[in-house]
Each structure stands twice: as C-alpha cells, then as structure tokens.
C-alpha cells in the first residue's frame, strides 16, 4: 500500500502541480497544495492544528531572534505575550512597538502594558490587546 501511495503523490504532483499559496483552479475553485480544493473540503482541524503549531514555532523562532536580550529573561507568560503578538502583526509589526519594547527591556512592565494599549492595533483586536496587557503587566 506504501508503495501506491507514494507512486499516486508522485504522479499527483506531476498532474496537479505543487501550489505553496492559494490559487484559483481551472473551475474557478480555491486551491491550495496538490489540487486540495478549499472551497469544497476546506481543511481538518488536525491540519488547522498541525498549520499552527508550525506557525508558533516560526513566531518564537523570529522573537528569539530579534528580542534575544529581553525574551529570556522574561517569565513565559509575557513570552507567551511577544509571540502571540508576532502572530498577529508579524515580527515587523512587533518590532514597532518601540516604546512598550524600550519599557520591556527595563523591567517597567505596568508601563509596557499601558504602551500596548495606547495603539493602533489595541484599538483593532479589542479584548486580545487587554489579555494581552494583563499578562504583561501581571507576568
């Protein structure tokens, strides 16, 4: 059976293509990967789960990366804060956060989490920015 399946991915993929993004099909369908129609089957939720777990661990890979002198140093709840917001914004968009970043790197975490809420994207995702503020401040 091992051996049909990987001859079917093969010939598959020859006759359907590799897709990394989202693509309209010849009958107009979303599409994404090997000819996997979203429109009509959508994903499970253990490939939803999988796609995220994934996901997380590119966002702490990128905060490690970029904020290595405060993310170690800070407990895992205001880790958990940095990543969930990378997640959102994207490490571009978190690194904009220069003021509540500054805040962060002198321990003056009630204050980071005011500076979290006097924002633009506060203002957009509403309860997930006073969460997210409460951790901070709380750790």
């Known amino acids: 059976m091992e051996t049909l399946i990987l001859k079917l991915k093969t010939q598959l993929i020859k006759h359907e293509g590799l897709m990394l993004k989202p693509y309209k099909c010849t009958a107009g369908a979303l599409t994404i990967g090997v000819g996997r129609n979203l429109d009509a089957k959508g994903i499970s939720k253990a490939e939803a789960t999988y796609l995220l777990e994934n996901d997380i661990k590119d966002c702490i890979k990128q905060v490690k990366t970029h904020l290595s ?10 880790q958990m804060v940095l990543v969930n917001m990378c997640f959102n914004l994207g490490i571009n968009g978190l690194l904009q956060f220069k003021k509540t970043i500054a805040l962060i790197r002198a321990c003056e975490f009630e204050k980071a989490s005011q500076e979290m809420l006097n924002s633009k994207w506060a203002k957009q995702v509403g309860n997930r920015a006073k969460e997210l503020s409460n951790l901070m401040r709380i750790g």
């Open 69 to 78: 002198d405060i993310f170690y140093r800070l407990s895992e709840n205001r």
